[in-house]
T-cell receptor
């Protein structure tokens, strides 16, 4: 049963600390998305990659957020330094190619910054 | 720019009855896809149904069906014979035909009363 995995599922950290969230896309999927979900803003696209190259990161605060794909099986989202307003659920999703109908979502990482 | 609007933040339905969730979108494209995703309390995003804009026939998946009105840019979800397990947040989403960047609405919380 192929699925997107995300670690950690929950993270509590203090303001100013670095946070790294990891995502393993479904094997064979070459497009990876990072979303942030909050009550106020809903589901926002932060960045996405195709074939490990960033295609669009316009939704991501550049000064503190960074997203990478070190290899085809791992995507990372880093926040440094973290702030309380970063508290949210962060989802990773993967898709197979440009023409793929749908995205498959991971279970999300709930981040709390105190 | 593409936008997706869900004007009903919350709705309730009696078990076994039918409920319709509304979604409108704005686009200048003629070819695109529309989706409904379900997010239960577990936070997992689950694809419920999708519609290709070039198809006139409304999509159906068991108890779930859509009313796609292309000219009106409307895409509502009908859930028949509602079950307790249908209680969740429902998100409407749009993507262009040849570009798999998704745009999500703000969501509708569906409560199912026993």
């Amino acid at each position: 049963d192929a699925r997107v995995t995300q670690t950690p599922r929950h993270k509590v950290t203090e303001m100013g600390q670095e946070v790294t969230m990891r995502c393993q896309p479904i094997l064979g999927h070459n497009t990876v998305f990072w979303y942030r979900q909050t009550m106020m803003q809903g589901l926002e696209l932060l960045a996405y990659f195709r074939n490990r190259a960033p295609l669009d990161d316009s939704g991501m605060p550049k000064d503190r957020f960074s997203a990478e794909m070190p290899d085809a099986t791992l995507a990372t989202l880093k926040i440094q330094p973290s702030e309380p307003r970063d508290s949210a659920v962060y989802f990773c999703a993967s898709a197979q190619g440009t023409w793929s109908y749908e995205q498959y979502f991971g279970p999300g990482t709930r981040l709390t910054v105190t | 720019a593409q936008t997706v609007t869900q004007s009903q933040p919350e709705m309730s339905v009696q078990e076994a009855e039918t409920v319709t969730l509304s979604c409108t979108y704005d686009t200048s494209e003629s070819d695109y896809y529309l989706f409904w995703y379900k997010q239960p309390p577990s936070r997992q995003m689950i694809l419920v149904i999708r519609q290709e804009a070039y198809k006139q026939q409304n999509a159906t998946e068991n108890r779930f069906s859509v009313n796609f009105q292309k000219a009106a840019k409307s895409f509502s979800l009908k859930i028949s014979d509602s079950q307790l397990g249908d209680a969740a947040m429902y998100f409407c989403a749009y993507r262009r035909y040849n570009f798999n960047k998704f745009y999500f609405g703000s969501g509708t919380k569906l409560n199912v009363k026993p």
